[in-house]
């Protein structure tokens, strides 16, 4: 039977970025260019306001998966002193602030109307809040997840603290989403970060985990020294 490492729960939470990143941007399909009375009929149907929720949840489960993947990606040995490693996790800790924003935002409208029992707003503002959830994925989550995607990258070239075959592909995955942010269409390569997040996974999952390190013999024989001398003295 495998054993499930802090590893393999790190491959786990990676994959689920993966799923939760398509479902952030599959769950709603706000129409567009439709006129202020389309606009309205379609929020107007509570399973789209509820799709806007999923979208929601989806994002907040983004922000929470990928805290698992930050937190082990900081205990790897080789990279524990790599700059870009360091770098790499700033941007996660960005990434996961701005999509814990947007998942507020997708869900606010189903939460006002369904749950508060309040009337739902006007066009201008359901335009707003889409326009404002298009600019977070699309310029400011993205840019920040190219970043992080290619810092964590560099540092496993730099380090082989993972497959070397995932750093490549995160460079190329990075350098796609951040020339796509630039030209204005981040949101669109959103695949490519999906990409990523499966791939870190493999490489999670495949990493090799001794069952003994050297530290953890350093450490046992030092014990056994102290005891003995405390044993010893009269």
Same mark, same amino acid.
């Given at each position: 039977m495998t054993s499930l490492t802090p590893g393999r729960v790190a491959a786990v939470a990676a994959a689920l970025v993966g799923v939760f990143l398509f479902w952030t941007v599959a769950a !709603? /399909? %706000?129409?567009?260019?439709?006129?202020d009375a389309d606009l309205l009929a379609?929020?107007?149907? $509570? @399973?789209? #306001?509820?799709? @806007? %929720?999923?979208?929601? +949840?989806?994002?907040?489960?983004?922000? %929470?998966a990928l805290g698992i993947v930050r937190h082990h990606l900081g205990t790897l040995?080789?990279? #524990? @002193?790599?700059?870009?490693?360091?770098? @790499?996790?700033?941007?996660?800790?960005? !990434?996961?602030?701005v999509w814990l924003v947007t998942g507020a935002l997708r869900a606010s409208v189903g939460? *006002? %109307? /369904?749950?508060? /029992?309040?009337? +739902?707003?006007?066009? /201008?503002?359901?335009?707003? *809040?889409?326009?404002?959830?298009? !600019? +977070?994925l699309g310029l400011s989550g993205m840019t920040v997840l190219g970043m992080m995607i290619l810092g964590v990258s560099v540092a496993v070239l730099r380090t082989g603290a993972l497959a070397r075959w995932i750093g490549w592909l995160g460079a190329g995955c990075a350098a796609v989403v951040l020339l796509a942010t630039l030209a204005q269409y981040g949101a669109y390569v959103t695949l490519v970060a999906i990409l990523w997040s499966f791939g870190l996974a493999v490489a999670l999952w495949r990493q090799p985990q001794p069952s003994v390190t050297s530290a953890t013999v350093a $450490? $046992?024989?030092d014990s056994s020294a102290a005891a003995s001398s405390v044993s010893a003295t009269p």
């Amino acid at each position: 039977m495998t054993s499930l490492t802090p590893g393999r729960v790190a491959a786990v939470a990676a994959a689920l970025v993966g799923v939760f990143l398509f479902w952030t941007v599959a769950a !709603v /399909d %706000v129409p567009h260019e439709a006129s202020d009375a389309d606009l309205l009929a379609w929020w107007q149907q $509570s @399973g789209n #306001r509820w799709s @806007g %929720v999923m979208s929601g +949840l989806s994002a907040i489960g983004v922000a %929470v998966a990928l805290g698992i993947v930050r937190h082990h990606l900081g205990t790897l040995a080789a990279a #524990r @002193g790599s700059a870009w490693m360091g770098f @790499g996790r700033t941007m996660a800790t960005a !990434v996961a602030a701005v999509w814990l924003v947007t998942g507020a935002l997708r869900a606010s409208v189903g939460h *006002l %109307v /369904d749950v508060m /029992d309040e009337p +739902l707003p006007g066009a /201008d503002v359901l335009r707003a *809040l889409t326009a404002v959830n298009y !600019v +977070l994925l699309g310029l400011s989550g993205m840019t920040v997840l190219g970043m992080m995607i290619l810092g964590v990258s560099v540092a496993v070239l730099r380090t082989g603290a993972l497959a070397r075959w995932i750093g490549w592909l995160g460079a190329g995955c990075a350098a796609v989403v951040l020339l796509a942010t630039l030209a204005q269409y981040g949101a669109y390569v959103t695949l490519v970060a999906i990409l990523w997040s499966f791939g870190l996974a493999v490489a999670l999952w495949r990493q090799p985990q001794p069952s003994v390190t050297s530290a953890t013999v350093a $450490s $046992s024989a030092d014990s056994s020294a102290a005891a003995s001398s405390v044993s010893a003295t009269p």
